[in-house]
């Protein structure tokens, strides 16, 4: 188990103290696949290098199966952070070294004979399902081979937690895919706790049981995965779930009238909105653009609506939107007519 | 008729070739030699020297203390800042003290040697810091101490970029070499400032300038097939 307790922590910098993280409190179970999710700048990177001392904290402590970490001298330090391994977004393997050496270097450091340590990196690279690849260098390799790699070394001594750096961020959506689905794997078949630092919420939804959702160095919102999304509390919660709210623009070029639909945690995927529009008003609405996604049955996202007619058809839509039972619909009306606003 | 002029008529050519045959083979080896010597003993030195200087740096895997750095930066840029003819004389007392002369071949490889390792030092300083801080991060996340991250990531990363400016190393100290060769040292440099200079056999000047040619371009064309050849990041 690890917790995390009032872990604060600052930079000096030329401007002066800058605090990335402010009394984070969290506790890790064993055998958790947790999500600790933000947008670049909230702190994540430095939050897991807290968890392996990489980054001392200034403040707080990380308690580890009772150890207090910041506790440790050099030597525990090191002996630790073998059992507390690391997976990064840019692999980071040695790129001079073939695939079974960067496999067999975190065992050679600590002095596991040679033949043994080589025997261990294949069986890890059995695992990764690339053992053609043990004397390829990293060069020759796809980047989600390289990941696959990475994280046959990040295993080989064994360790208890994984912690994942944006491990899939610099992948295409497919291979991100396959290198969840391996370390979902991992996590049953070995029993390890893993830790996902990232940006991207569908990478929480697909292998994270907990989440932490940090914003400017503090935490959110925190619980389980499907709780924390199915009724997010905070605005960074929201921004995350449906980040195509955020960008969503208005053509401002096109002429015609439009109304937005921001669905908030609506049951709307049964709803035949549009249609029952159009035979009870009479309004055919066309969609421009949407964007929505499901999260526990619930609706989240928008839905952009050409309305045609005149200012009062448009009138009638929103009123009719707005009084849509069992919905809860923002509706947003923007004009975009030369004519001017009516 | 100048000198120039005369130094091309078909009989000074004729006794140019007649020198070149005679004093070019040893002087050649006197030249490799010496070059190879004083390189091979300027990375010994330098070498640690670099790795010293990066690891130690107040963001280096393994801090010293800012005194110590400060006078071991001072001690480099003042050995590089000494003109290579001045630094020769400089150093008499020491080649002596070596070789137990401070005239002919063997004992210019000492001041070479002394000319040559703070330059190589800021090379392997320059190699070394050119190794991707995330690979460095990634080796303490596993729990590396500074001296394993020096020998078994920082140095074999940067193989390469080692080679490569360790034939800068040895086209340079070959340049210094030909400077030697003006007080004593022996060599190809030894025989233009001698014969081809001091006795107006311009014709003598020259061949030992194209032989000093031909010679830097063996050194670097194998230093530069080396580098690339050891490079794992190229595909091939």
């Given at each position: 188990?690890i917790?995390?307790?009032?872990?604060?922590?600052s930079?000096?910098?030329?401007k002066?103290?800058?605090?990335?993280l402010?009394?984070i409190?969290?506790t890790?179970?064993?055998?958790?696949?947790?999500?600790?999710?933000?947008?670049?700048?909230?702190?994540?990177?430095?939050?897991?290098?807290?968890?392996?001392?990489?980054?001392?904290?200034?403040?707080?402590?990380?308690?580890?199966?009772?150890?207090?970490?910041?506790?440790?001298?050099?030597?525990?330090l090191?002996?630790m952070?073998?059992?507390?391994?690391?997976i990064?977004?840019?692999?980071?393997?040695?790129?001079?070294?073939?695939?079974?050496?960067?496999?067999?270097?975190?065992?050679?450091?600590?002095?596991?004979?040679?033949?043994?340590?080589?025997?261990?990196?294949?069986?890890?690279?059995?695992?990764?399902?690339?053992p053609?690849?043990?004397?390829?260098?990293?060069?020759?390799?796809?980047?989600?081979?390289?990941?696959?790699?990475?994280?046959a070394?990040?295993?080989?001594?064994?360790?208890?937690?994984?912690?994942?750096d944006?491990?899939?961020?610099?992948?295409?959506p497919?291979?991100?895919?396959?290198?969840?689905?391996l370390?979902?794997?991992?996590?049953?078949?070995?029993g390890?706790?893993?830790?996902?630092?990232?940006?991207?919420?569908?990478?929480?939804?697909?292998?994270?049981?907990?989440v932490?959702?940090?914003?400017h160095?503090?935490?959110?919102?925190?619980?389980?995965?499907?709780?924390?999304?199915?009724?997010?509390?905070?605005?960074?919660?929201?921004?995350?779930?449906?980040?195509?709210?955020?960008?969503?623009?208005?053509?401002?070029?096109?002429?015609?009238?439009?109304?937005?639909?921001?669905?908030?945690?609506?049951?709307?995927?049964?709803?035949?909105?549009?249609?029952?529009?159009?035979?009870?008003?009479?309004?055919?609405?066309?969609?421009?653009?949407?964007?929505?996604?499901?999260?526990?049955?619930?609706t989240?996202?928008?839905?952009?609506?050409?309305?045609p007619?005149?200012?009062?058809?448009?009138a009638?839509?929103?009123?009719?939107?707005?009084k849509?039972?069992?919905i809860?619909?923002?509706?947003d009306?923007?004009?975009?007519?030369?004519?001017?606003q009516? | 008729?100048?000198?120039?002029?005369?130094?091309?008529?078909?009989?000074?050519?004729?006794?140019?070739?007649?020198?070149?045959?005679?004093?070019?083979?040893?002087?050649?080896?006197?030249?490799?030699?010496?070059?190879?010597?004083?390189?091979?003993?300027?990375?010994?030195?330098?070498?640690?020297?670099?790795?010293?200087?990066?690891a130690?740096?107040?963001?280096?895997?393994?801090?010293?203390?800012?005194?110590?750095?400060r006078?071991?930066?001072?001690?480099?840029n003042?050995?590089?800042?000494?003109?290579?003819?001045?630094?020769?004389?400089?150093?008499?007392?020491?080649?002596?003290?070596?070789?137990?002369?401070?005239v002919?071949?063997?004992?210019?490889?000492?001041?070479?040697?002394?000319?040559?390792?703070?330059?190589?030092?800021?090379?392997?300083?320059?190699?070394?810091?050119?190794?991707?801080p995330?690979?460095?991060?990634?080796?303490?996340?596993?729990?590396?101490?500074?001296?394993?991250?020096?020998?078994?990531?920082?140095?074999?990363e940067s193989?390469?970029?080692?080679?490569?400016?360790?034939?800068?190393?040895?086209?340079?100290?070959?340049?210094?070499?030909?400077?030697?060769?003006?007080?004593g040292?022996?060599?190809?440099?030894?025989?233009?400032?001698?014969?081809?200079?001091?006795?107006?056999?311009?014709?003598?000047?020259?061949?030992?300038?194209?032989?000093?040619?031909?010679?830097?371009?063996?050194?670097?064309?194998?230093?530069?097939?080396?580098?690339?050849?050891?490079?794992?990041r190229?595909?091939?």
């Amino acid at each position: 188990m690890i917790e995390l307790r009032n872990l604060s922590k600052s930079f000096m910098t030329s401007k002066g103290s800058v605090d990335a993280l402010r009394q984070i409190n969290l506790t890790i179970r064993d055998g958790d696949i947790y999500g600790i999710i933000g947008m670049s700048g909230a702190g994540k990177s430095t939050l897991v290098r807290c968890i392996n001392m990489l980054e001392k904290p200034s403040e707080g402590s990380v308690i580890m199966d009772g150890r207090d970490l910041s506790t440790l001298d050099e030597k525990e330090l090191r002996s630790m952070r073998r059992q507390v391994t690391m997976i990064f977004q840019g692999f980071n393997l040695l790129m001079q070294k073939t695939c079974l050496d960067n496999v067999m270097l975190p065992l050679r450091l600590s002095h596991v004979p040679r033949e043994e340590a080589r025997a261990r990196a294949m069986e890890m690279l059995q695992m990764v399902e690339l053992p053609d690849k043990a004397k390829s260098y990293p060069a020759q390799l796809s980047g989600g081979q390289q990941q696959r790699v990475a994280i046959a070394r990040a295993l080989s001594t064994n360790p208890s937690v994984l912690l994942c750096d944006e491990a899939t961020s610099a992948l295409d959506p497919r291979t991100t895919h396959q290198i969840l689905e391996l370390i979902r794997d991992i996590h049953t078949r070995m029993g390890i706790t893993v830790i996902v630092i990232t940006h991207q919420m569908s990478v929480v939804q697909e292998i994270c049981n907990r989440v932490a959702i940090l914003e400017h160095g503090t935490v959110m919102e925190e619980g389980e995965v499907s709780e924390v999304f199915s009724n997010p509390r905070s605005d960074a919660t929201r921004a995350l779930v449906y980040p195509e709210i955020a960008s969503a623009i208005f053509n401002e070029e096109d002429d015609g009238q439009r109304v937005r639909l921001i669905f908030n945690g609506a049951p709307a995927a049964r709803m035949p909105l549009i249609a029952s529009m159009a035979i009870d008003c009479g309004i055919l609405a066309s969609i421009q653009s949407a964007s929505t996604r499901s999260v526990g049955g619930m609706t989240y996202g928008y839905m952009t609506l050409e309305i045609p007619g005149g200012p009062d058809d448009l009138a009638r839509a929103v009123n009719y939107l707005r009084k849509t039972p069992q919905i809860s619909v923002q509706a947003d009306v923007h004009y975009s007519m030369k004519e001017g606003q009516a | 008729m100048n000198q120039f002029q005369r130094a091309f008529t078909s009989e000074s050519l004729a006794e140019a070739w007649e020198i070149f045959l005679q004093d070019f083979p040893l002087a050649l080896w006197d030249t490799v030699y010496v070059t190879v010597l004083s390189t091979f003993f300027a990375i010994v030195i330098g070498l640690p020297l670099g790795m010293f200087l990066v690891a130690g740096d107040e963001k280096g895997i393994r801090p010293m203390p800012r005194l110590l750095m400060r006078i071991l930066n001072m001690v480099i840029n003042f050995l590089r800042s000494v003109p290579f003819l001045i630094l020769i004389v400089m150093v008499i007392p020491l080649t002596r003290l070596i070789v137990g002369t401070s005239v002919g071949t063997t004992a210019s490889i000492v001041p070479l040697v002394i000319a040559a390792f703070p330059f190589v030092a800021r090379l392997v300083e320059t190699s070394l810091r050119e190794v991707n801080p995330n690979i460095i991060e990634t080796a303490q996340s596993m729990g590396a101490t500074p001296i394993q991250i020096l020998l078994r990531v920082m140095l074999p990363e940067s193989v390469p970029s080692l080679v490569s400016n360790f034939t800068l190393a040895i086209t340079t100290i070959l340049g210094y070499t030909a400077m030697s060769g003006a007080i004593g040292g022996g060599g190809i440099g030894k025989i233009a400032i001698m014969v081809g200079y001091n006795r107006y056999k311009y014709a003598v000047l020259y061949l030992a300038v194209i032989v000093l040619v031909i010679l830097v371009q063996i050194f670097q064309n194998t230093g530069s097939w080396l580098s690339r050849k050891l490079d794992k990041r190229l595909k091939h």
